[in-house]
C-alpha cells in the first residue's frame, strides 16, 4: 500500500486508528520528535478543465508534525488543527521507512477501515441520490 493511499484512509477514518497505530509504536521504539505539531499555510493546487491547466485556487491551513524512529523521519501533514493526528500520521509514516515489523500486520486494518470508508461513502451517496429532482419528468 502506498503512502497518499495509506494516508488518506487514516485521516477518514473515523475510529482512531491511526491513535491506535501510532500508540503501538511508541510504546515499543523510541520516538524522537523531529518538528513538533505547528500550522501552516499551503497552495492548493486546482485544474482547469477547459485549457487542462494547473493554477493556484487559494490557501489553506496544515498541521505539520516530524518524528525519528530508528533513523528515519516520517512527516504527518493534515488539514486544519488536528495536533494530534499529524503526529500520529508522523510516527505511522516514520515506522514504514523504517521497515518495522508491526508494518506488516497493519496492512490488513487498512484494507478493512478503507472498506468501511467506501460503504459509509455509497451510503451517503444513495442518500443523497434519493433527494435529486429529475427535472425532465417534471410537468411545468
Known sequence: MNRRRRT???IEE?????????ESIAQKYECC??????YGLTMIKMRESAKNSLFYIGEVLVTEAKV???NEIGIGIVIGMKD???????????AYKAKLPETVEWESR????????WMKKAKRQAELLETKVDFDTMDV
Do not use: F, Y
Open 68 to 70: 525519528e524512529i530508528n
Open 33 to 38: 520528535e523531529i518538528t513538533e505539531p505547528h
Open 84 to 94: 494530534e493526528l499529524a503526529k500520529h500520521l508522523a510516527i505511522i509514516d516514520a
Open 8 to 10: 488518506e484512509i487514516l
Open 14 to 22: 473515523e475510529s482512531n486508528l491511526a491513535k491506535h497505530l501510532a
Open 110 to 117: 487498512l484494507i478493512d477501515a478503507e472498506q468501511r470508508i
